[in-house]
């Protein structure tokens, strides 16, 4: 069983920067996949992007040249760095993980909300 817990979510103008972090805790020996999906009100759950091992990363068109995902396997975390964030990159975040894509595990969530 793993558990994520999330961290780093907010309000952030539009343009800004807002960097989320994933941990991931329990019994397991190691995971392949972890990434970020989120989910605007009103719409389903989307890729925003993931990483394996080996060092493959997967980026949803719509953040390609503004997020960037990064892993830190020694410590079993995940971190996505936002810039120039839109309005439309306002929804709950939520850190993922397992064999994937998507993993088996979830985290609970995290609120972005980019406004002025």
């Known amino acids: 069983q793993v558990q994520l817990v999330e961290s780093g979510g907010g309000l952030v103008q539009p343009g800004g920067s807002l960097t989320l972090s994933c941990a991931a805790s329990g019994t397991f020996v190691s995971i392949n996949l972890m990434g970020w999906y989120r989910q605007a009100p009103g719409k389903q759950r989307e890729l925003v992007a993931w990483t394996i091992r080996g060092g493959l990363r997967k980026y949803a068109d719509s953040v390609k040249g503004r997020f960037t995902i990064s892993r830190n396997y020694a410590k079993n975390t995940v971190s996505l760095q936002m810039n120039s964030l839109k309005p439309e990159d306002t929804a709950i975040y939520y850190c993922?993980?397992?064999?994937?894509?998507?993993?088996?595990?979830w985290g609970q969530g995290t609120q972005v909300t980019v406004s002025s």
């Open positions: 993922n993980a397992g064999s994937g894509p998507p993993g088996a595990w």
